[in-house]
């Protein structure tokens, strides 16, 4: 009997008696049963089995079975049993192969930390003779490639891919670690018991740091919510060269129209709209987002410009200039520049016959290389000495200093210049700036600013052809 009654205690605690161990109870009841452990599903089992009333069998508080009960027999296999088991073994296998994906996504990851930070040690030399670049340059150019990778055949208004957007997400945030160690130390006062006042150093993120790069990380935020609002929309596109760009939408539309200046880049898709044209929630959804995203450039392409102002000239490049100004922007501009006035920065380009990005480009080298000569000169200038100060007194020549002037004027007409072209690439300067910046910070804001610059005016330029299309049917019916 006390041997039947601990054969239940042990099936309710996950332990079934062996047959060898019931016939011995039966023969020799003096001896020590032995028990079997059972297996991890089925041990999960029996402890789910003992919580739950319904599975055991009932008996009054006045009554006591001599058996046990039958899920406890030996060799009993019960259809719950069974079923719990299947799950259980499910389930293990399933977290199995979930800590298997996980360890396999923090392996690749592992893999791409390390590929990172050994070519930031290198400097992209990987021949390892030191010859590469500085880590400034090598961390620009490492957004600048990410860039690329993740929104370079980001061609359509369209979200951006789960997985682009993940490695676009993680691999900036260890990019961008940097700055949290770039700090500037400022004096601070700190008061001590005995009423002693000290003046002692903390640090500090540095102030560009600290203003520019949390604007950026939000400007960044948004221009990735500009491209999710785009997940259903009245357009599509078709690739160039189809004639029948609405195969998935409407049987009826009849010619794709071109966008302006789409001819030049033919290998943009098409954007098509219904033969009705857009509805005007769509169309006041496209405006809104071209306002969002222009106001998104402004402020990037500011920072930028910032960045690029604060760095330092290469002297390579202030050796290169030439000796006179007027021998680089050319007479015409030359003479109006120095005989205006009022001078019109506005005027000056309406005259001018600019018919390419090409061409403006070259225009801004040329008057940026003629804006730091009139001002080297005008340093030259006031640093001369005393007598030599005497001598052009005594001149009869005009000794009126005009090369300040004409810097002032230069640079408000590079100002305009990139206004009207938004889209122009980087002058000779702001290349040389970045290829020989060794500021770390100053790199990171540059390239950070730069990318999200190009991304919201590609932004800008989609919402433009995708309303240029509607506005173009519209005219056509």
């Known amino acids: 009997m006390d041997s039947i009654s601990n054969s239940d205690e042990n099936c309710e605690m996950g332990y079934h008696p062996s047959p060898s161990s019931l016939d011995q109870t039966d023969q020799s009841p003096t001896e020590t049963p032995s028990y079997s452990i059972l297996s991890r599903d089925s041990f999960a089992y029996c402890r789910t089995n003992s919580e739950t009333s319904a599975f055991s069998e009932h008996t009054d508080d006045h009554s006591y079975s001599e058996i046990a009960s039958p899920i406890c027999w030996p060799g009993t296999k019960s259809p719950t049993r069974a079923t719990l088991s299947r799950l259980g073994r499910n389930q293990h296998r ?41 880590t400034a340059v090598t961390i620009s150019n490492a957004i600048t490639n990410l860039y690329a990778s993740v929104f370079g055949q980001q061609l359509k208004l369209e979200p ?83 004639m029948s760009g609405n195969s998935t939408r409407s049987g009826s539309f009849r010619k794709i129209v071109q966008p302006q200046g789409k001819e030049e880049k033919w290998w943009l898709p098409v954007p098509c709209v219904p033969p009705a044209g857009l509805s005007e929630k769509s169309k006041k959804h ?16 500011a920072i930028n410009s910032c960045i690029l102002a604060e ?32 001078f019109s920065p506005d005027h000056v380009l309406d005259s001018l ?21 009139w001002r080297r000169k005008a340093c030259i200038t006031h640093s001369k000495s005393s007598w030599d100060m005497v001598k052009d007194l005594m001149s009869d020549f005009d000794r009126s200093d ?27 300067l702001d290349t040389c700036k970045i290829q020989y910046n060794k500021d770390v ?37």
């Open 94 to 134: 399933h977290c199995f192969h979930k800590k298997k994906r996980d360890e396999g996504t923090t392996d690749v990851e592992l893999e791409l930390m390390k590929e990172r930070f050994s070519k930031l040690l290198l400097g992209e030399d990987m021949s390892g003779n030191g010859k590469g670049v500085c």
């Open 402 to 428: 005009k090369n300040p002037l004409l810097a002032k004027r230069a640079e408000s007409l590079l100002f305009y210049l990139k206004q009207r072209y938004p889209e122009l690439s980087q002058t000779t």
């Open 353 to 373: 016959n600019i018919t390419s990005e090409h061409d403006a480009l070259e225009l801004a080298d040329k008057v940026e290389a003629s804006m730091h000569t």
């Open 311 to 342: 760095m330092e000239i290469p002297e390579s490049y202030m050796a290169s200039l030439p000796k006179s100004g007027k021998a680089s922007v050319g007479d015409t501009i030359y003479r109006y520049m120095y005989t205006a006035e009022n």
């Open 286 to 301: 496209l405006r809104q987002n071209r306002a969002r995203a222009n106001q998104i450039h402004k402020a990037a392409m």
């Open 441 to 477: 910070g100053q790199a990171i804001l540059e390239s950070y600013s730069r990318v999200l610059e190009g991304l919201a005016f590609n932004i800008v330029a989609r919402i433009e052809d995708v309303l240029f299309v509607d506005k173009s049917m519209k005219s056509q019916d």
């Open 160 to 242: 951006l891919h789960p997985e682009k957007k993940s490695m676009w997400k993680r691999e900036m945030d260890c990019l961008l670690l940097v700055c949290d160690y770039i700090v500037e130390f400022t004096p601070t006062s700190q008061n001590l018991k005995d009423g002693t006042i000290l003046e002692v150093m903390t640090s500090q993120p540095r102030l560009d740091i600290y203003i520019n790069l949390p604007a950026l990380k939000k400007l960044d935020a948004m221009l990735l919510d500009t491209l999710d609002s785009f997940e259903e929309t009245e357009f599509w596109y078709a690739e160039r060269g189809s």
